[in-house]
């Protein structure tokens, strides 16, 4: 981006945005959880919306001069509807898990027995992990995967029938199969469960079509962060069909958890969800998806092993002992060479969550920037010879100079 005012202001901090700037244009992004945003969403994001404060939500604020900003947050409230086909939507949540914090808040007490994906089976830290909050204030039970990496149902049926949880919890962080959202919401049905969905990861894709929304099979809240495959701002969305729920909800946001909205960050939700709702936002996700199945195909071609055998989303986690190499080892190398990824834990890893067995993929960020399925042929050839060079630097730098020519011809959106 140009920048008017901040070089003389303070150049310290317009380097450090030039250096990043820099980062991005000569680096391949393949965190999972990562994308780029729009040079509109950009600009939204600095207007004059920073400016206002205002608690409270649209028509009923503890704030004088609130007109355009509840303007604008209609605005974005009716295109996240559009887009999700819900009838309420929240878009005032921070991020993923203070959304998700917000579901727990207004609907279930402390204490009350949850059922979450766990975490080194592909689930999110808010899903109830011990260390979180959400595992320290209610009675998280963890359901998993079975050997083949899929959601064990039947190992989930067992849990929710016995223990009869409050909520169940379908989502995930980590997971590259088609949840199976229709055979959750049945069990919860004939249990009295809530249904909760956390699609951060697939929004995008959700919204689409181009995979299954839980609002399909009746699901009774679901969230999602913006900033993933929807390619926002850093923000949340949570939205129901259900009217009270959704009462509920937004007094949970505020004033339960939250003061003033981010309206800025509201305001570039609104133009990201614009965007999503044009004919090409679709094509985008089938392109990312098809990016995805062929990088992890060719990487089980380079002798790699992916967890579950592939994926049907954006995403993979890939089980690195075949190669004898740690997820944080492999990372570390990657990042040598221009290749930014995230280490991650696989179903039962052996290993400890700071140097786990494996490493998670996506291919959001490199769609974006008009990568398809030939990319990946070469983006696996250089991930293997990544593998093969873990502990020498000389040839993870000769291998970033081959990442740069190629992320040369593929630009970053907003950035010169």
């Known amino acids: 981006m140009d920048y008017t005012f901040l070089p003389d202001a303070d150049a310290t901090v317009h380097g450090l945005i030039g250096k990043e700037e820099q980062r991005q244009k000569h680096e391949l992004e393949l965190i999972a959880s990562e994308n780029y945003v729009s040079p509109a969403v950009l600009e939204a994001m600095a207007s004059a919306f920073q400016n206002k404060y205002s608690e409270g939500y649209p028509g009923k604020r503890y704030y004088g001069g609130n007109h355009v900003v509840d303007e604008l947050e209609n605005l974005a409230i009716e295109r996240v509807k559009q887009l999700f086909g819900c009838g309420f939507a929240n878009v005032q949540a921070l991020s993923g898990s203070p959304a998700n914090l917000a579901v727990y808040f207004a609907l279930i007490q402390p204490g009350d027995t949850v059922l979450g994906l766990k975490l080194d089976?592909?689930?999110?830290?808010?899903?109830?992990?011990?260390v979180n909050f959400t595992g320290k204030t209610y009675n998280f039970i963890q359901y998993g995967c079975g050997d083949d990496g899929r959601i064990d149902m039947?190992?989930?049926?067992?849990?929710?029938?016995?223990?009869?949880?409050?909520?169940?919890?379908?989502?995930?962080?980590?997971?590259?199969?088609d949840f199976p959202w229709a055979e959750m919401k049945a069990i919860a049905?004939?249990?009295?469960?809530?249904t909760f969905a956390d699609i951060a990861h697939v929004a995008g894709m959700v919204a689409t079509g181009v995979i299954d929304s839980p609002f399909n099979h009746g699901f009774d809240v679901v969230t999602t962060t913006t900033h993933k495959t929807l390619r926002g701002p850093r923000?949340?969305?949570?939205?129901?069909?259900d009217e009270e729920i959704a009462k509920k909800i937004n007094r949970a946001v505020f004033p339960g958890l939250q003061g003033g909205p981010h309206e800025h960050i509201i305001a570039a939700i609104a133009v990201a969800m614009g965007e999503a709702l044009k004919p090409e936002f679709k094509t985008?996700?089938?392109q990312?998806?098809?990016?995805?199945?062929?990088?992890a195909n060719e990487l089980i071609g380079h002798g790699f092993d992916i967890v579950s055998g592939g994926t049907d989303n954006h995403l993979m986690v890939v089980d690195l002992r075949k190669k004898e190499i740690g997820g944080k080892d492999y990372t570390d190398a990657l990042d040598k060479a221009g290749i930014s990824a995230s280490q991650s834990t696989i179903p039962?890893?052996?290993?400890?969550?700071?140097?786990?067995?494996?490493?998670?993929?996506?291919t959001p960020a490199i769609t974006t920037r008009g990568m398809i399925e030939d990319d990946m042929v070469w983006l696996a050839a250089k991930m293997n010879e990544i593998a093969a060079a873990v502990n020498d630097d000389a040839a993870l730098a000769a291998i970033k100079q081959e990442v740069e020519e190629k992320a040369a011809g593929f630009p970053v959106p907003g950035i010169n």
Request: hydrophobic residues 35%; proline residues 8%; glycine residues 10%.
């Open 284 to 286: 985008y996700q089938e």
């Open 189 to 194: 049905d004939e249990i009295g469960a809530l």
């Open 235 to 241: 923000g949340a969305l949570i939205m129901s069909n």
């Open 348 to 362: 039962n890893d052996p290993n400890p969550p700071m140097n786990p067995s494996g490493v998670r993929l996506g």
């Open 154 to 177: 039947e190992e989930f049926a067992v849990l929710a029938r016995e223990h009869k949880p409050k909520m169940i919890v379908a989502g995930f962080s980590a997971y590259s199969r």
């Open 121 to 130: 089976h592909g689930g999110h830290l808010s899903h109830g992990h011990p």
């Open 288 to 295: 990312v998806v098809k990016n995805a199945q062929k990088l």
